[in-house]
């Protein structure tokens, strides 16, 4: 179903992917900070409920991470009895997600396959239908037509199929810019234009509303399940209190319940969309 890893050429531009290659490491890192942690347990709190059961080893629901980067999602899933693609165009990443597997039982490492190409090109490599999900997170805000990509990834689930999508939210921009960094006029050109630089890689982006891909969703005949929010607090709190592990404890519990309430997941870092096929 798929192409071999070793077997992919790279065709993104080669600069932008030569940074994403360069920040692997600390896209890792980052990971493990209480942000990343608090990102990607949110994340998985917001998705769980909408995944497939696994009725049998045999016959375990396909999953396609596009752009899953260094694997924290991918590997979750491999580990919750899932068949995993994890796809990623930076070789770095994917090396990453590689070692970090080493560390998963032999049964869950069987099922994770590793694919280096673009989100763009994946329609090229695995045929219509071929997944039951689709994860594809903090990704499109990079993308030069996220509506395309989206397009051919939607091609890729199978009906009844569920898609999860995740970015960076512009509400969120905003306000990061007035309460954290005191610049009304950065926040203004976010309000206007949703235009950002990623610190970590220097890959400059665009953050989406909720109803800017909601209506993508609907365009491509995607039922909208749920919108939610991710990091609704985390992001505004006084970076040292997240070295406090029983505060740290009482925030990540705050997050989820607040995950799909609004207005609180309307104004979260992330927006995470799920949507049925």
């Known amino acids: ?28 890192r980052y990971n493990q900070t209480p942000l990343g942690r ?12 909408h995944l497939p059961g696994i009725p049998d080893e045999a016959d375990s629901p396909r999953v396609l991470d596009a752009g899953g980067g260094s694997g924290e999602m ?19 990443m994917l090396a990453q997600a590689q070692q970090a597997a ?8 069987a099922r994770l396959s590793y694919c280096q190409l ?22 499109v805000e990079y993308l030069p037509d996220p509506q395309a990509t989206l397009r051919r990834l939607a091609s890729l689930l199978c009906e009844g199929g569920v898609l999860s999508l995740s970015f960076v939210n512009r509400h969120a921009e905003v306000l990061r810019h007035v309460w954290s960094r005191g610049d009304p006029a950065g926040a203004l050109a976010r309000l206007e234009e949703g235009e950002f630089c990623a610190k970590l890689f220097d890959v400059p982006g665009r ?14 005949g995607l039922a909208l399940t749920a919108t939610c929010g991710v990091r609704c607090f985390a992001d505004y709190v006084p970076p040292e209190r997240l070295n406090e592990s029983e505060f740290l404890a009482a925030l ?10 609004s207005p609180y997941r309307l104004l979260a870092r992330y927006i995470q969309l799920i949507a049925h096929k």
């Not at 080493?102 to 049964?107: F, G, K, M, Q, Y």
């Not at 953050?207 to 491509?220: F, G, I, M, Q, V």
């Open 38 to 49: 608090i990102r990607h347990k949110v994340t998985w709190h917001n998705l769980a409920p």
């Open 118 to 139: 673009s989100a763009d090109e994946a329609d090229k490599a695995f045929a219509p239908g071929s997944f039951h999900v689709i994860t594809c997170h903090t990704l």
């Open 74 to 92: 991918a590997l979750q899933l491999a580990q919750r009895g899932y068949r995993v693609w994890l796809l990623d165009y930076a070789a770095a």
């Open 207 to 220: 953050a989406c509303t909720a109803e800017e891909a909601s209506a993508w969703l609907a365009d491509l």
């Open 1 to 28: 179903m798929t192409l071999g890893y070793d077997t992919i050429p790279a065709t993104m531009h080669d600069e932008i992917q030569a940074r994403f290659d360069a920040g692997a490491q600390d896209w890792t």
């Open 252 to 261: 990540l519990r705050l997050e989820q319940a607040a995950a799909n309430r």
């Open 102 to 109: 080493r560390a998963l039982p032999d049964e869950a490492q």
